[in-house]
């Protein structure tokens, strides 16, 4: 009997994957009809947390992973647990707790490994490595966590590029938060993808890397320093200002500082930040990055009750210098930064394709005492230890349990704006994939599980039903079938909580070195396909 060609055979698997395939979307279908922020922009993704006991640890969610891992940025005193982050009526919430965690670090010092304690528990999820855009706005509505007059706790939504991923050090090492498109000699040892070089799918004169774009960061008032409570705006970008540098809680210099922000009611320049010295050895490796911020006044209503979050995010058009960054709260102007700001270094606004992240931290250098005042020997910053309360800000340990709570996220693009991780202008799957091992942590086999599609152990009784609301418990997108969750199509995770999401229209796939072929269909139309979606 004459064989099938090899081909054709291909060509009849696709038409039964395709044919099994439920289209799905980045847009939660609970998302209510409303009309966009701005005129001439749509809806691409959503999320609205609607169902109950959500997991977004790895490999539970398309466009969510809860970190569950050490944070060893910015001072921080807490430990990432997907178990912090979840949902329940209707509201995504991110809870931060006392909670003791020992885990192996190594000393700076002495480069032995040992173990370390940190104290409190928070959550972190992040979109990294599934939802990316590049120009769009994001809309967040939120309600701060623990009271407004009591200080740190560290609630944030923000954005960054895709090649670094936040709290993996490695990753973000000479790529955080580079924008600059330069072949400058005196840069680029700090910027590991120079404009000086080429590679993984760009040429000389691309320079790469990850800017971070703060739609919001929580400051509560203290009875420090901190009289009121603030949320700061910020991008945060590389080359940083070199000479003349503003002085912390001061002013800057006319002409030694980026210029023709413009502000809001109640916003005002950011004077106790202006970004950080990343030292590196030799000391031609160092670099300096900046951050260009406003400080926005709060009330307790932001503590107390939900409230609109919004950044645009407006690319250069072809050969022009006219991108902007537009911050707004409850619809009201916030603060502005317009791309020739960013001309005293050359940096660029951004054009990296950035991913979300939404979290709370717990960091000894916001909100807290600092330095320590003289004489308080806390070493721990435990609330249990009594030699600590000097150490923190009036009321911190009272203020735990607290919860971020957060109703909606939302992204709207127009047309020239574009959806994925890894674009045809700005790749990242190739780099990523060559340097897998900086986005994981030890014990890791690869930086994220593949999506779970049901597989969780489930309790029923003899009719079939789920006899115990518990976390053996399917969701709402699944059935109990001889123990283990069924999920329903539409559904993933392990117990079929999480609704199936996928970009909805056709994004660039960057197919790396993975051979491509072209099959021609019954209607002619021809498709690329990869051949590892058809063995």
């Given at each position: 009997?004459?064989?099938?060609?090899h081909?054709?055979?291909?060509?009849?698997?696709?038409?039964?994957?395709?044919?099994?395939?439920?289209?799905?979307?980045?847009?939660?279908?609970t998302?209510?009809?409303?009309d966009?922020?701005?005129?001439?922009?749509?809806?691409?993704?959503s999320?609205e947390?609607?169902?109950?006991?959500?997991?977004?640890?790895?490999?539970q969610?398309?466009?969510w992973?809860?970190?569950d891992?050490?944070?060893y940025?910015n001072s921080?005193l807490?430990?990432?647990?997907?178990?912090a982050?979840?949902?329940?009526?209707?509201?995504?919430?991110?809870?931060?707790?006392?909670e003791?965690t020992s885990?192996?670090?190594?000393?700076v010092?002495t480069?032995?490994?040992?173990s370390k304690n940190?104290y409190?528990t928070?959550?972190?999820?992040?979109s990294?490595?599934?939802?990316?855009?590049?120009?769009?706005?994001?809309?967040?509505?939120?309600r701060?966590?623990?009271?407004?007059?009591?200080?740190g706790?560290?609630p944030?939504?923000?954005?960054?590029?895709?090649?670094a991923?936040?709290t993996?050090?490695?990753?973000?090492?000479?790529?955080w938060?580079?924008?600059?498109?330069?072949?400058?000699r005196?840069?680029?040892n700090?910027?590991?993808?120079?404009?000086?070089?080429?590679?993984?799918?760009?040429?000389v004169?691309?320079?790469?890397?990850?800017?971070?774009?703060?739609?919001?960061?929580?400051?509560?008032?203290?009875e420090?320093?901190?009289?009121?409570p603030?949320?700061?705006?910020?991008?945060?970008?590389?080359p940083?200002?070199k000479?003349g540098?503003?002085?912390?809680?001061?002013?800057?210099?006319?002409?030694r500082?980026?210029e023709?922000?413009e502000?809001?009611?109640?916003?005002?320049?950011?004077?106790?930040f202006?970004g950080v010295?990343?030292?590196h050895?030799?000391?031609s490796?160092?670099y300096?990055?900046?951050?260009?911020?406003?400080n926005?006044?709060?009330?307790?209503?932001?503590f107390e009750e939900?409230?609109?979050?919004?950044?645009?995010?407006?690319?250069?058009?072809?050969?022009?210098?006219?991108?902007?960054?537009?911050w707004?709260?409850d619809?009201?102007?916030?603060?502005?930064?317009?791309?020739?700001?960013l001309?005293?270094?050359?940096?660029?606004?951004?054009?990296?394709?950035?991913y979300?992240?939404?979290?709370?931290?717990?960091?000894s250098?916001?909100g807290?005492?600092?330095?320590i005042?003289d004489?308080?020997e806390?070493?721990?910053?435990?609330?249990?230890?009594?030699?600590?309360?000097?150490?923190f800000?009036?009321?911190?340990?009272?203020?735990?349990?607290?919860?971020?709570e957060?109703?909606?996220?939302?992204?709207?693009?127009?047309e020239?704006?574009t959806?994925?991780c890894?674009?045809k202008?700005?790749?990242?799957?190739?780099?990523?994939?060559?340097?897998?091992?900086?986005y994981?942590?030890?014990?890791?086999?690869?930086?994220?599980?593949?999506i779970?599609?049901?597989?969780?152990s489930?309790?029923?009784n003899?009719?079939?039903?789920v006899?115990?609301?518990?976390?053996?418990?399917?969701?709402?997108?699944?059935?109990?079938?001889?123990g283990?969750?069924?999920?329903?199509?539409?559904?993933?995770?392990?117990?079929?909580r999480?609704?199936e999401?996928?970009?909805d229209e056709?994004?660039?796939?960057?197919?790396?070195?993975?051979?491509e072929i072209e099959?021609?269909?019954?209607?002619?139309?021809h498709?690329?396909?990869?051949l590892?979606l058809?063995l």
């Amino acid at each position: 009997m004459e064989q099938m060609p090899h081909q054709i055979i291909k060509f009849i698997k696709l038409i039964l994957l395709l044919a099994t395939t439920v289209t799905s979307s980045m847009i939660d279908p609970t998302t209510p009809k409303h009309d966009p922020p701005l005129p001439n922009y749509k809806l691409v993704m959503s999320d609205e947390f609607t169902e109950d006991s959500r997991d977004f640890a790895d490999g539970q969610d398309n466009v969510w992973t809860a970190m569950d891992k050490n944070d060893y940025t910015n001072s921080a005193l807490h430990y990432y647990k997907p178990k912090a982050v979840t949902t329940k009526d209707g509201k995504l919430k991110i809870r931060t707790f006392k909670e003791t965690t020992s885990f192996p670090a190594e000393d700076v010092k002495t480069s032995k490994i040992s173990s370390k304690n940190k104290y409190y528990t928070s959550g972190m999820i992040q979109s990294w490595n599934k939802f990316c855009f590049t120009g769009g706005i994001v809309s967040i509505r939120a309600r701060l966590p623990g009271n407004a007059f009591v200080g740190g706790l560290w609630p944030a939504s923000w954005m960054m590029g895709n090649l670094a991923r936040a709290t993996y050090v490695g990753s973000s090492d000479y790529m955080w938060p580079w924008s600059y498109d330069k072949c400058n000699r005196e840069n680029q040892n700090g910027q590991e993808l120079s404009g000086c070089n080429e590679g993984y799918h760009w040429d000389v004169g691309k320079g790469r890397g990850a800017p971070e774009i703060d739609i919001i960061e929580g400051m509560g008032a203290t009875e420090l320093k901190i009289t009121t409570p603030y949320v700061s705006t910020s991008l945060q970008v590389s080359p940083g200002v070199k000479d003349g540098r503003p002085v912390l809680g001061s002013k800057p210099v006319k002409g030694r500082w980026y210029e023709g922000m413009e502000y809001g009611v109640n916003s005002t320049l950011n004077n106790f930040f202006y970004g950080v010295l990343l030292e590196h050895k030799p000391k031609s490796y160092s670099y300096q990055s900046d951050a260009i911020s406003a400080n926005t006044q709060l009330g307790e209503t932001h503590f107390e009750e939900f409230h609109d979050y919004t950044v645009v995010w407006s690319l250069d058009e072809e050969g022009g210098n006219n991108g902007s960054l537009e911050w707004y709260m409850d619809g009201n102007f916030l603060y502005r930064i317009k791309s020739p700001s960013l001309n005293i270094t050359g940096s660029k606004m951004p054009d990296e394709p950035m991913y979300l992240i939404l979290n709370t931290a717990i960091s000894s250098t916001w909100g807290f005492p600092a330095p320590i005042p003289d004489g308080c020997e806390c070493e721990s910053y435990s609330c249990e230890d009594p030699k600590c309360k000097c150490a923190f800000s009036p009321g911190f340990c009272e203020n735990l349990p607290a919860v971020f709570e957060i109703d909606h996220v939302r992204v709207y693009q127009r047309e020239g704006e574009t959806l994925g991780c890894s674009t045809k202008d700005r790749p990242t799957k190739l780099f990523i994939e060559g340097h897998k091992e900086r986005y994981m942590k030890e014990g890791d086999v690869s930086p994220l599980k593949p999506i779970a599609v049901g597989g969780g152990s489930c309790t029923y009784n003899l009719s079939g039903d789920v006899s115990n609301p518990s976390s053996t418990t399917c969701g709402v997108g699944g059935t109990c079938d001889k123990g283990y969750c069924a999920c329903k199509e539409g559904w993933v995770g392990s117990m079929c909580r999480n609704r199936e999401k996928s970009y909805d229209e056709e994004v660039w796939r960057d197919p790396g070195n993975v051979e491509e072929i072209e099959v021609k269909g019954p209607s002619g139309v021809h498709k690329s396909l990869l051949l590892m979606l058809l063995l």
